[in-house]
């Protein structure tokens, strides 16, 4: 069926660490296999577990991997529950969502992100989330995921772009839900100076937007030349073997620095609303320079040169940009 769209059937975000087992018994589920990283483990379920780190993902016979189990957990940051969405699909199982911080939009999404481009598989049947939990994660993995959320107001621009440009197919009500979730987290945090209410804002803003994808079928929503600029410093990081750890959320900050420069230079984005993407990434601590990313100056030019060719996706990068005037454009958006 085309258009079916598959969502979490249940979604829990409150203090209660026993919430699992009572979703667990809703779905009738009893024998999960807990996936989880060495940090996180402390948080999982009284399961039989796997570190992610022991999963051989080129592996041909994934299923070993699960064999016996009727569901599988994934427990911690994007790469636990990455890994644990990744099996359970592969093996048919249902997969359980429990995210121990609030890093990137993988929480509620029908995306595995390993490597590009991303593959889109069945959403979490179930997204637990134990807001203690969440609350006490370091505070750069929660200002990570104001910078994937805040992406989504030029992924939108983008997919906007590509529906006027080459006539590509696109979904109003994930566009404007999309769109609004990123605006009103934005709002909230340059409204709120004590942002005593961000993770349990975030985290319901990273669940909504793995939401939209599953709306539209694809992670447009979510996923634009800010994205394509993230996955180029990952690609070149590989191809420099660079040691810079920035992380997926913090690239798409950046990112979504210069795409909102570019759609405010095309008139689809106002000065105002550009300026308020970096205000409000620097008011919860996201970096907002490639310095602070991490990366040299002609890594980050590299990376915008290459970006519109990361994979096939419109966007206002269309068909790339001389390493001239991605340097220039670095510099007038302050990135470098
Ligand atoms: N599916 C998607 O849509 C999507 C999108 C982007 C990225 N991803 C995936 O997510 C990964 C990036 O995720 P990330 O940015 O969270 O980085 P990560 O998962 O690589 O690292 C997060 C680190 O924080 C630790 N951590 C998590 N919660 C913690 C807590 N409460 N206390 C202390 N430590 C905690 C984890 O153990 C891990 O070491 C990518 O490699 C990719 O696999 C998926
Ligand atoms: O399709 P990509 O670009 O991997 O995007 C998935 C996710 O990172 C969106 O926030
Ligand atoms: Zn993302």
Redesign the pocket.
Known sequence: MEKMITIPRYIVVDEDRNAIYEILSKLNLKNPLVVV????KK?APDFEYIYYSDINLEDSDIKNITKGYDSVIGV????????G?YIAYQTGIPFISM???A????IA?P????RQP?ILVDPPIAVVVDLN??R???KR?LS?GFG?MVSNITAVLDWKLAHREIGEGYSESSAIFSKTIAEELMDYVLRDIHLSHYPEKLVKALIGS?IT?SIAGS?RPASGSEHLFSHALDYLKKKYELDVDS???EQCGVGTIISSYLHYKEDNLSYEDMENIRLSLKRVGAPTTGKKLGFEEEILIEALTIAHAIRKRYTILRKGISKERAEEILKECEVI
């Open positions: 990283g060495k940090s996180t948080y911690g940051g994007g790469r636990s529950i990455d890994i969405k995210p121990t911080t890093s990137n939009d993988g999404s995306v595995v992100s390993l991303s939990i969440i006490k994660s370091p993995l990570a994937d793995g994808i992670t992380l997926h959320g």
